[in-house]
């Protein structure tokens, strides 16, 4: 049972890591808000409760490896990387600029990242081969890959999906960010994927479902697939795209939107807010 104070530490986190993408994105500039967003507490929990990493040892073998399938969220990863120490915080001024470390999406070049994503529905596939490396060399470590939900149509998926079954790599842990929003409408109408979980089931992983906003569930469903022998496990993390922000969440247009002068500083007042609330 998780106690109520590392359940508000991890809520206090999740806000940080928010406000750092917010100043990330700054005025208007276009900025994947809504799917960094939804992921806020699953960072929080990965890199601040769940998992071996350290600044001070980033290539340390027995580290547990995270890999953003969804590359395009990268500024929450970095948001998690830079509170960790692994780069300078005046980084996070300079994200996409030519003479600044962070890249758009995921790049080997940027400490403490596993792997180069962007390229929708490749992430698993690398993760597997990571987890089964991982195995080969009797290391304890192990590998959490995050997909998004509208990446469920990419093929890749399902071949990697089906491949980490047969090779019962219980090492590896997938999340999907179940938002329901892609960059071009509701992932119901691009690409219906119904029954996820009993898909997902079907394929031989061991299934969860939770809010992806409450960590205590985020950490409750992390013990239970590292329980789990014999099969990979899948956190379907039901979240709302653009989470903490009100004129953000849910809206489609803060996939990859612009804020003005206005929104912005509204975006930061209702932060401060949720951190009042904490």
């Given at each position: 049972?998780?106690?109520?104070?590392?359940?508000?530490?991890?809520?206090?986190?999740?806000?940080?890591?928010?406000?750092?993408?917010?100043?990330?994105?700054?005025?208007?500039?276009?900025?994947?808000?809504?799917?960094?967003?939804?992921?806020?507490?699953?960072?929080?929990?990965?890199?601040?409760?769940?998992?071996?990493?350290?600044?001070?040892?980033?290539?340390?073998?027995?580290?547990?490896?995270?890999?953003?399938?969804?590359?395009?969220?990268?500024?929450?990863?970095?948001?998690?990387?830079?509170?960790?120490?692994?780069?300078?915080?005046?980084?996070?001024?300079?994200?996409?600029?030519?003479?600044?470390?962070?890249?758009?999406?995921?790049?080997?070049?940027?400490?403490?990242?596993?792997?180069?994503?962007?390229?929708?529905?490749?992430?698993l596939s690398i993760g597997?081969?990571?987890?089964?490396?991982?195995?080969?060399?009797?290391?304890?470590?192990?590998?959490?890959?995050?997909?998004?939900?509208?990446?469920?149509?990419?093929?890749?998926?399902?071949?990697?999906?089906?491949?980490?079954?047969?090779?019962?790599?219980?090492?590896?842990?997938?999340?999907?960010?179940?938002?329901?929003?892609?960059?071009?409408?509701?992932?119901k109408e691009v690409f219906?994927i119904p029954d996820l979980?009993?898909?997902?089931?079907?394929?031989?992983?061991?299934?969860?479902?939770?809010?992806?906003?409450?960590?205590?569930?985020?950490?409750?469903?992390?013990?239970?697939?590292?329980?789990?022998?014999?099969?990979?496990?899948?956190?379907?993390?039901?979240?709302?795209?653009?989470?903490?922000?009100?004129?953000?969440?849910?809206?489609?247009?803060?996939?990859?939107?612009?804020?003005?002068?206005?929104?912005?500083?509204?975006?930061?007042?209702?932060?401060?807010?949720?951190?009042?609330?904490?």
């Amino acid at each position: 049972m998780v106690s109520e104070s590392t359940v508000k530490e991890m809520k206090s986190v999740a806000l940080r890591l928010r406000r750092s993408v917010l100043e990330m994105i700054g005025v208007n500039a276009a900025g994947h808000l809504g799917g960094s967003f939804s992921l806020a507490e699953t960072m929080a929990v990965l890199y601040f409760y769940r998992m071996n990493v350290s600044a001070s040892k980033p290539n340390d073998p027995g580290r547990d490896r995270l890999l953003l399938s969804k590359g395009h969220a990268a500024l929450i990863q970095y948001a998690a990387l830079c509170e960790k120490g692994f780069f300078p915080k005046e980084e996070l001024k300079r994200v996409k600029a030519l003479d600044g470390l962070l890249q758009g999406h995921p790049d080997l070049s940027i400490p403490g990242i596993e792997a180069v994503t962007g390229s929708l529905g490749q992430g698993l596939s690398i993760g597997l081969g990571m987890a089964l490396a991982l195995r080969l060399d009797k290391s304890p470590a192990r590998v959490f890959v995050i997909i998004g939900d509208g990446e469920q149509s990419e093929g890749q998926i399902w071949e990697a999906s089906q491949a980490a079954a047969v090779y019962k790599a219980d090492n590896l842990t997938a999340f999907i960010d179940w938002n329901k929003l892609q960059a071009t409408g509701p992932a119901k109408e691009v690409f219906d994927i119904p029954d996820l979980g009993e898909k997902w089931k079907a394929f031989g992983w061991e299934v969860f479902t939770v809010n992806g906003h409450d960590p205590a569930a985020i950490i409750g469903a992390l013990e239970q697939a590292q329980a789990v022998k014999g099969k990979p496990q899948v956190i379907i993390l039901d979240t709302v795209k653009g989470k903490g922000v009100s004129f953000a969440e849910g809206n489609v247009a803060y996939h990859n939107g612009i804020m003005d002068e206005a929104a912005y500083e509204k975006a930061l007042g209702e932060l401060d807010s949720a951190k009042a609330g904490i």
